[in-house]
């Protein structure tokens, strides 16, 4: 089965990608960790400020919605993705 997902990525990673948003191409069986590493392959500048360079997770960084819904509540990145999709990955916000 194909399709089409649509990402949106707030404050930073639209930055870093140079886009808010970004419409990818699905083939067969996808995960959200699927569409993450096509995300992060395409743009360099994404996978520095998205994905946590010790744990290799975007998660510490990122609150991820699919569908409306926290991934957290979800498969977490092994929640599937279909055609029509809507993915949400917003800067997760850190005090210190």
Do not use: W
């Not at 990402?7 to 083939?27: D, M, P, Q």
């Not at 744990?55 to 991934?71: R, T, W, Y």
Request: glycine share 10%.
């Amino acid at each position: 089965m194909s399709g089409i997902v649509k990402v949106r990525l707030l404050g930073i990673f639209g930055v870093a990608y140079g886009s808010k948003e970004a419409e990818l191409k699905i083939e067969g069986d996808v995960r959200l960790k699927e569409i993450i590493q096509k995300l992060t392959c395409t743009s360099k500048a994404l996978k520095h400020v998205l994905i946590d360079s010790d744990l290799k997770s975007p998660l510490p960084n990122a609150v991820i919605i699919v569908n409306g819904k926290d991934i957290s509540v979800l498969n977490g990145l092994d929640t599937p993705i279909k055609n029509g999709d809507e993915i949400l990955i917003i800067p997760a916000i850190h005090g210190g």
